[in-house]
């Protein structure tokens, strides 16, 4: 079965400072990674998914995540973040072929943003 | 486009009590339906999931239960909460032979 690692529960960084959330996982066979950001009191939001093709996934607002399947990671990548990006971010797995669709979450990471 | 939609968004009820939880989503058909329940610091727990009308599966064994009585409807619910069922559920779709999931707004249930 596939387990998710997030290893920061929290992360305070400043504004315009670049951040990197890490997601670690296990799993014995190929695997699907998604990120998503939940803002409070509210449902997640999804940001990212790699599937096959390029290890490096980009998102629509300036972050990226990239899959290294060596270190079975898929670590979320920010160059700039603003007090908007203040969230906790959710790394999920699944195994691809399994047939079942469901995800694995890790914990999360609560990124707060510093002005 | 497609929208779920969850309620009620918050809840507060007393130990012992029934509990009704609904979810629904529009603009698809025959969708995968999820339930899960966040923790604080605990992340995503998957409470049950639905292929289909009728269809359930259950992930963990507690006091709660699902049904699917239409294609786009899902209900979670107990007979008597515990105070161990307090939490954040989110209800979750993902289109068939996709395990792109997109949750709903949540329903925060306190039990007192």
């Known amino acids: 079965a596939q387990s998710v690692t997030q290893l920061d529960s929290q992360v305070p960084v400043f504004e315009e400072a670049p951040v990197e959330l890490r997601c670690n996982y296990s799993?014995?066979?190929?695997?699907?990674l998604f990120w998503y950001v939940q803002y409070p009191n509210q449902g997640l939001q999804l940001l990212l998914k790699y599937l096959s093709g390029s290890t490096l996934v980009k998102g629509i607002n300036g972050f990226e995540a990239e899959f290294n399947k060596s270190q079975t990671s898929f670590h979320w990548r920010k160059p700039s973040v603003y007090i908007s990006d203040t969230a906790e971010y959710f790394c999920?797995?699944?195994?691809?072929?399994?047939?079942?669709?469901?995800?694995?979450f890790g914990k999360g990471t609560k990124l707060s943003v510093i002005p | 486009s497609q929208t779920i939609h969850q309620w009620p968004a918050t809840l507060v009820q007393p130990v012992g009590s029934p509990l009704s939880l609904e979810c629904t989503v529009e603009g698809t058909s025959n969708p995968n339906l999820y339930w899960y329940r966040q923790a604080a610091g605990r992340g995503l727990q998957l409470l049950f999931y639905?292929?289909?009308?009728?269809?359930i599966s259950s992930e963990v064994p507690q006091n709660l239960s699902a049904s699917r009585p239409q294609d786009r409807q899902f209900i979670l619910s107990s007979k008597k909460l515990l105070l161990s069922d307090s939490g954040f559920y989110l209800c979750?779709?993902?289109?068939?032979?996709?395990?792109?999931?997109?949750f709903g707004p949540g329903t925060r249930l306190t039990v007192t």
């Open positions: 999920a797995v699944t195994e691809s072929g399994a047939g079942s669709y469901q995800l694995t």
């Open positions: 639905s292929v289909g009308i009728g269809q």
């Open positions: 799993s014995s066979v190929s695997v699907y």
């Open positions: 979750a779709w993902s289109n068939r032979d996709s395990y792109e999931q997109y």
